[in-house]
């Protein structure tokens, strides 16, 4: 039986990773009506994405004899000053996931909790690509400037994101 702390502490992520995913979702709504409908397909992806990782969780949570508790999802932003500034958003809040999650391995070592600690493996890795993946997609962004012609580019390059195969949180383990 999973201990009441860390029960606490997945439950309150898996509302973490759903929030992740509404934003996202709201910056794929935003790029859309920029017409960036490769960054648009591109966070839609990563909404489905974050969904996947809050399932994960509740899986977790179900496996170990534990209770998913969800809790109320606060709004994401709907509005940005540019469309950069969008993506500048999506990598810090990857930053602070790596943060959030690395915290709870943290809670894992000092509860001796070696099941948690080793399913949390699979996130702590899963973020350093994840950080990776939307800093480089920012940097370039900022690169491109105000060339449209570069923006073209970048934006086709990104309508040929395709979904990950194991959409289901089961089959991602
Ligand atoms: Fe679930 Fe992008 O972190």
């Keep these: ?9 997945i439950n309150t992520q898996i509302a973490r990773e759903i929030y992740s995913s509404n934003l996202y979702l709201s910056m794929a709504g935003y790029y859309t009506t920029k017409n960036l409908h490769g960054f648009a397909n591109w966070m839609r992806i990563q909404a489905e994405e974050e969904m996947t990782h809050a ?18 999802i606060a709004a ?3 509005e940005w000053t540019n469309p950069v500034k969008v993506f500048e958003d999506a990598y810090h809040h990857e ?8 915290e709870l391995a943290d809670l ?4 001796r909790d070696h099941a948690t600690s080793s399913m949390l493996k699979w996130f702590i890795d899963e973020q350093v690509e994840e950080e990776a993946t939307t800093g480089e997609i920012y940097d370039r962004f900022v690169m491109v400037g105000d060339n449209p012609t570069a923006l073209f580019f970048l934006d086709n390059e990104l309508k040929a994101r395709k979904a990950a195969p194991a959409a289901d949180a089961k089959s991602a383990k």
Aim: glycine share 4%.
């Design 95 to 102: 930053q602070l996931v790596t943060s959030w999650i690395h």
């Design 108 to 111: 894992a070592i000092t509860e």
């Design 76 to 78: 994401p932003p709907s």
């Design 1 to 9: 039986m999973i201990k009441e702390v860390i029960q606490n502490a």
């Design 55 to 72: 399932l994960k969780f509740f899986d977790y949570l179900l496996d170990r004899g534990g209770k998913p508790v969800l809790a109320a």
